[in-house]
């Protein structure tokens, strides 16, 4: 039998659990588990220099990865600082454990120092949370959280730990807990096979079918089924936003990604579609546009690992609550000696299809001419080609956000980092960096922008300390380019606040951390510029581009519309 | 419509602070709520009264599922359930009134349960609308103050809420 405090229990845990990194600042609160992982060498820790870093760290190693998230902060300003990153991997699923130091537990509700009601205030944004209320209770508590953030439907789980509950002095029986069971919380692990079987026989009798899949496939390691299922019916399939590289984009049968800015042909196929295959996917807002107008001819088989995604704003013909692979695994089975009941429809599916391609080709921008400013998504197809399309993408949030969506194309899941749900500028740095770390081989790029940089640009010295070679490119208008483009369209171009004032000079900020920065002002200055961060993938390099603050990310969809109503440029409607 | 929701909930910390955060976060309405130990120490039960069409309580009852420390729920009101609440009405009593508060008492099969020479105290029980009626007889002669407890409810026959 092994005495551990509670601190020493925590470090253990985390070492047993297969914990390799975790992300966190320290704190009053902290200071005994952070004095037990001083003590230990198996969990590296990150130092970062804000607490939302942190979250976005672990947040993009998680998404990356698939496995968990780890971070630890202490107890008032760094669990608060945590919430944005909290609530970022939330809105997306993301499995990640919050490690909060909190106030002992005979000063909690007193209003001492550094103390926050953290359980409280990150109850709507957690999928669940736990408090330590007694030493011995931290292996089983820590390996629930664990099973909690990645299964089922993931998300983040929090676990606020007092001081007492760590002291040194206090040393209880340590015993790894290899399964815990939560009597209320049984996951679903297959769908039910009528319902199944149901959706199989409308996708037969389809003649104009689509897929429509999301963030669930990434996360449940679906995309070799669900690419499977899509060649073996030859159906076209858009993704959403968080499912961009589900299914290889470049593969013709992909009609790129969905909604707000999503390609024309995806729009106007979801529209015109008699029946909808929706797999994780959830019907979002930035999706469906107005609902009562959403895909007047379509029935709709949704599938998906969270009953209450089902129905929420779009009611579901064929509902399956089940987890994405092993669905997609029995879809695929039944699928075995049948045919298509209608096999003249879908060749003439593809013709329009391809008809609404063909409209768009070679219209999406007008690229720059030489000695011209750069427009932006052209940057973005330079890095795509230059890195062969097989980086780890982050982005921050805005318009670089939905270019690099748009002009980036993702043939692999868990490539194509960003912030969906929640929008969280400030995302991508961190992300990128924690993705780094912990894959330092592969090359990860950071899209950003001037505004949402120096929300966490700070994390450059968490970058120096641990050598940590990202390649941020700074898609620099000068402008808060989506706000912009709204007040553009919505506001009689009235920029208020759009407009960033007082730019650093990136490249004497770069530098000042020891880092290379380069700038490219316009069109010929781009390629040698690419090859030169792009040249050693250890290396930071920041690239900050000027691009034209004119662009406007087009398509769009038109407010209150149906999914085919668009703005396909400053002109042009559907 | 109003329907009646049942949780078995998990006697925790916070948990109650989960399903009540739950209403207000996704905008939906709590009319009632009674929440109380069960006979295994371990869970609570916690009635609830909402009112919604039927996209709306399907959206509760799955949400209030997803909650890691709710068991088992059901929604009474999808079939014959008997449903109670218990309120203590302190009325005004004096001279003429005191025999009709008395009078209404005895009709409502209401109790008087503690007396002073100006104010009666009842204490009545029944479903929602029978205590609303008795607040509306009571109005003129002159309520003084309400408690309610909320709607506590359990289905009809066989069927059992539990583990």
Not at chain 1, 177 to 187: A, G, T
């Amino acid at each position: 039998m092994e005495l551990l405090s509670g601190a020493d229990m925590i470090a253990r845990f985390l070492q047993d659990e297969g914990v390799e990194r975790i992300y966190g600042y320290p704190g009053g609160a902290a200071l005994h588990i952070y004095d037990a992982l001083f003590r230990q060498d198996k969990v590296k820790h990150i130092l970062v220099r804000h607490e939302q870093a942190a979250t976005h760290a672990a947040d993009g190693y998680a998404r990356a990865s698939g496995k968990p998230g780890t971070v630890l902060v202490t107890s008032g300003p760094g669990a608060t600082n945590a919430v944005t990153g909290i609530a970022t991997a939330y809105m997306d699923s993301i499995p990640m454990v919050v490690l909060c130091g909190q106030v002992a537990s005979h000063l909690i509700g007193e209003d001492a120092f550094q103390e926050t009601d953290i359980v409280g205030v990150t109850r709507p944004i957690v999928k669940h949370s736990f408090a330590i209320k007694h030493p011995s209770e931290i292996p089983e508590v820590l390996k629930k959280a664990y099973y909690l953030a990645a299964t089922g439907r993931p998300g983040p789980v929090v676990v606020d730990i007092p001081k007492d509950m760590t002291a040194p002095t206090e040393r209880y029986e340590y015993v790894y807990p290899k399964k815990v069971k939560i009597r209320s919380y049984n996951p679903v692990t297959r769908g039910h096979s009528g319902q199944i079987k149901k959706a199989v026989d409308m996708m037969l009798k389809a003649r104009r079918p689509v897929f429509y899949t999301g963030g669930g496939i990434v996360t449940s390691g679906a995309s070799e089924n669900l690419t499977a299922l899509v060649k073996r019916l030859g159906f076209p399939i858009t993704t959403t936003l968080m499912g961009i590289g589900s299914y290889p984009q470049t593969d013709a049968q992909s009609l790129g990604w969905l909604g707000m800015h999503g390609s024309y042909e995806s729009n106007m196929a979801m529209h015109h579609a008699d029946l909808i295959i929706a797999i994780g996917a959830r019907f979002d807002d930035r999706v469906t546009n107005n609902t009562s107008k959403f895909c007047p001819t379509a029935k709709i088989v949704h599938v998906d690992i969270d009953p209450s995604s089902i129905s929420k704003t779009v009611r579901a013909d064929v509902p399956i609550v089940g987890p994405a692979d092993s669905v997609i695994n029995e879809m695929i089975s039944l699928l075995q000696g049948r045919e298509m009941a209608n096999a003249e429809a879908l060749p003439e599916w593809w013709t329009t299809i391809d008809g609404w391609r063909a409209e768009r080709e070679g219209k999406l921008y007008e690229p720059s001419q030489p000695g011209e400013r750069l427009k932006p998504q052209e940057v973005i197809e330079a890095v795509y080609h230059i890195t062969r399309g097989e980086a780890f993408v982050t982005t921050d949030v805005g318009q670089h956000q939905m270019f690099a969506a748009q002009y980036y194309k993702f043939d692999k899941p868990n490539r194509w980092i960003t912030s969906g749900g929640l929008g969280t500028m400030g995302f991508g740095f961190p992300a990128a960096m924690g993705i780094k770390q912990n894959f330092p081989d592969d090359t990860v790029v950071c899209f950003t922008g001037e505004g949402s940089f120096q929300m966490m640009m700070q994390e450059l010295s968490t970058c120096k300390q641990f050598g940590t070679g990202v390649k941020i490119i700074n898609l620099n208008n000068g402008t808060l380019g989506m706000v912009r483009q709204w007040q553009d369209l919505n506001y009689k171009s009235r920029h208020a606040h759009s407009y960033v004032e007082s730019l650093p000079d990136f490249q004497k900020l770069i530098e000042a951390y020891g880092f290379t920065a380069l700038k490219v002002e316009h069109h010929d200055e781009l390629d040698a510029a690419l090859e030169r961060t792009f040249a050693d993938n250890d290396e930071l390099v920041f690239l900050d581009i000027d691009v034209d603050p004119r662009e406007h990310v087009y398509p769009m969809q038109v407010p209150l519309g149906a999914m085919r109503d668009m703005l396909l440029s400053k002109t042009e409607r559907t | 419509m109003r329907h009646i929701i049942s949780i078995l909930l998990e006697n925790e910390p916070g948990a109650l602070s989960r399903v009540v955060g739950l209403f207000s976060q996704r905008n939906f309405n709590i009319e009632t709520l009674n929440v109380a130990p069960t006979e295994d120490p371990s869970l609570s039960r916690l009635t609830v009264t909402t009112e919604g069409d039927d996209r709306v309580i399907e959206q509760i009852t799955k949400h209030l599922n997803k909650l890691i420390d709710v068991v088992k729920l059901v929604d009474l009101t999808e079939g014959h359930h008997i449903e109670r609440e218990l309120m203590l009405v302190k009325v005004k009593a004096l001279g003429a009134s005191r025999d009709e508060v008395k009078r209404t008492v005895d009709i409502f099969r209401a109790q008087i349960v503690d007396v002073t020479p100006s104010v009666y105290t009842v204490q009545i029980t029944g479903d929602a609308g029978k205590l609303d009626a008795f607040v509306q007889a009571m109005a003129p002669i002159g309520i003084l103050e309400v408690g309610r407890t909320g709607v506590s409810g359990i289905s009809r026959g066989d069927k059992i809420l539990s583990l």
